[in-house]
């Protein structure tokens, strides 16, 4: 599995859009970038993944550069429920071992 | 559907002495993985399993042993407990390990050890 890039921690405001990068410079061609988020005391919890277009869904929206070396996670309306850890996995389709997970971005959303 | 469960969900142990951390789930899920979570370091892969009677090795698998006995549970043993092993410890069950587009890993609560 690739290895990731991922700030130690961000703030944001209530409300706002939370933007959380990650860079996966060594990405592979049949590797998809995942993404997980850990909330205090809880085990991880699935977001969003894709492969090279943009996805959204009911919780978030990925976007994937061109070159696929790097993407950003978007809360849209950040809420005081989302401070949590979110980690950026990129992983192969046919990868043996599952989901390893590196240090992550803690996320404190702010009233 | 209960999903992922795991028990006990605190334990303290004196060092050298054994037990079994449980995992259990009602998903049909054919691959579970057990990991341990340790500050700093995010999550590490201990062993897996991608279906009852098949287990293999992760990252960190010394000191531990898991067995599949059955699809719903996936237990796992420290032989000989030690200081180090002292971490937060979370099983997973995901329902295919090859069909990507569905592939997301469902995570118990997580068991906290420490070891003295």
């Known amino acids: 599995d690739a290895k990731t890039t991922q700030p130690p921690s961000m703030d944001c405001a209530e409300g706002r859009a939370a933007n959380l990068p990650c860079n996966h410079s060594?990405?592979?061609?049949?590797?998809?970038v995942y993404w997980y988020r850990q909330i205090h005391s809880q085990g991880p919890q699935y977001i969003i993944h894709?492969?090279?277009n943009n996805e959204t869904n009911e919780m978030a929206s990925l976007i994937i550069t061109e070159d696929r070396k790097s993407s950003t996670l978007i809360l849209p309306h950040a809420t005081l429920r989302d401070t949590a850890v979110y980690y950026c996995?990129?992983?192969?389709?046919?990868?043996?071992?599952?989901?390893?997970f590196g240090g992550g971005t803690r996320l404190m959303v702010k009233p | 559907n209960a999903g992922v469960t795991q028990t006990p969900k605190f334990q303290v142990l004196k060092t050298g002495q054994s037990m079994t951390l449980q995992c259990a789930q009602d998903?049909?899920?054919?691959?579970m993985s057990w990991y341990r979570q340790d500050p700093g370091m995010g999550l590490r892969l201990i062993h897996y399993?991608?279906?009852?009677?098949?287990?293999d090795q992760g990252e960190v698998p010394n000191g531990y042993n898991v067995s599949r006995s059955t699809t719903e549970d996936f237990p796992l043993r420290l032989l000989s407990a030690a200081p180090s092993q002292t971490s937060v410890y979370f099983c997973?069950?995901?329902?295919?390990?090859?069909?990507?587009?569905?592939?997301?890993?469902?995570f118990g609560p997580g068991t906290r050890l420490l070891v003295l």
């Open positions: 997973a069950g995901q329902a295919s390990p090859t069909v990507v587009l569905v592939e997301t890993q469902y």
């Open positions: 894709g492969l090279k």
């Open positions: 998903m049909n899920h054919e691959y």
């Open positions: 996995i990129v992983r192969a389709n046919n990868a043996g071992n599952m989901l390893t």
């Open positions: 060594t990405i592979s061609g049949n590797e998809y």
């Open positions: 399993s991608v279906g009852a009677g098949i287990t």
